[in-house]
């Protein structure tokens, strides 16, 4: 079970998309409420001020710290955007997002922040992706693959791709091209990407037709997703070993006796 | 050398005097710029709502975890302060202060919180003691005794005093109750009741007034306070041992090989 830390959203009048922990829980207390791990959504990009990125990596270093503390794991979820309001569905930000996407891979790999596994964007905007646009493209298939291991390369962690709410197809689509890519990710984190249809069900056919919705169209969404995890691999094999075990054994230090 | 991570003071407008940290500093940067320990300042008492005593419940966890993560150590000093505006240096608030001061140091004591050491304030008014007062009294002797009694009982942490701004004259009374209540108390942070005379010939007399302001009364200001440290013991006594060494062997589990 992952938990969500933060406050949902940030503050418009604020300049840097600020992030704020919900103020009644601490990680310990995640851990009493069941959770495995901690899961923390950061707005970040490297084009905003050095003042607002300072404060957000001071406060990333916070929450490492108090993860390893409170001796719970961190999915660290970093979102682009743009600080000046630039559209971030449009062509312009599409071309602006793979070097944003990178960079916070690669910042945010850094030991200091404690993240154990970052939890990221596709850095292309699949829209624009030259075989699947419909309209204009921003980048061609390579281009795409390209970004894709070039983020896959700066990674100095494990890592998983969420969907940002894409649909199905779409984001069947994107696992099609990491799996081209040959990334190493280590799985997907999909939710709207399954279920999403399933709320214009309930909307019109009510309760008993968006179970049936969910029993099948959801189960092949899911099915879908899983059918293109080719090159998917476990967490654990980002560090060179074959079962979480092995890595305890190897990463601390053994009581003496 | 000690750092604070908080922000100074507190926002008028929000009930329950909230803490908030430094935006640019974590316990890393701290360790980083030189600090060998946090310190954190957090108003605090029993009465006031539980949603604000949560909040600061949770803020301090987080803290508590997060020096651990980061390796050092923290210091933590509950200030006492009555949620309704009652002023804080009258008769009224001086009746409240000791059970606030009693509770705090019980509440900050869980491990839970991870706190090293508690910088606290002394639990009586030392304006109102019967004995030191120039007017009306609150506390008999024996009842200040009692009072230091009690919250040295309920310590679970070395705990040192704060000296809150009072004169010399009114510390070294305190320390002299101290000693007499023998509390194991680990020593006392004073700064102003060591250098605030200073100010006010810095004022009239300009700077080598000041210095030789500081270099004879200032030195005696300490002296004195030196000299009633009777019944002040090394923290790690307060861990049955006789060395900072001897608790690191006990505490933590050594390497094998």
Same sequence: chains 1, 2.
Avoid at 104 to 119: A, C, H, N, T
Wanted: charge should be negative; aromatic fraction near 10%; charged fraction near 25%.
């Amino acid at each position: 079970l992952l938990l969500a830390y933060e406050k949902s959203g940030y503050d418009n009048e604020v300049q840097g998309r600020l992030p704020d922990l919900l103020p009644h829980l601490s990680a310990q207390r995640i851990r009493e409420n069941g959770g495995d791990a901690v899961k923390i959504l950061l707005y970040f990009t490297p084009h905003d001020t050095d003042e607002v990125n300072d404060i957000k990596k001071a406060w990333l270093q916070r929450l490492g710290d108090e993860c390893k503390g409170a001796d719970i794991p961190l999915f660290l979820e970093p979102i682009s955007y743009d600080p000046n309001g630039m559209d971030e569905k449009g062509t312009e930000f599409a071309k602006l997002k793979p070097q944003i996407v990178i960079d916070s891979m690669r910042e945010f790999s850094d030991p200091k922040y404690g993240v154990d596994i970052l939890k990221v964007e596709f850095p292309v905007n699949m829209k624009f992706v030259e075989g699947y646009a419909e309209g204009e493209t921003v980048y061609s298939r390579q281009d795409a693959i390209d970004y894709l291991k070039e983020a896959a390369s700066v990674a100095g962690l494990p890592f998983i791709y969420l969907t940002a709410g894409v649909s199905n197809k779409t984001f069947t689509n994107s696992l099609e091209l990491a799996a081209e890519a040959g990334t190493p990710y280590s799985g997907v984190l999909a939710g709207r990407a399954t279920w999403l249809d399933g709320v214009k069900i309930y909307a019109t056919g009510g309760n008993d037709a968006f179970r049936e919705g969910l029993s099948t169209q959801g189960v092949e969404n899911i099915q879908a997703i899983n059918g293109r995890l080719d090159s998917a691999q476990p967490w654990f094999k980002r560090y060179g070993v074959n079962s979480a075990e092995e890595l305890l054994q190897q990463g601390q230090p053994v009581a003496a006796g």
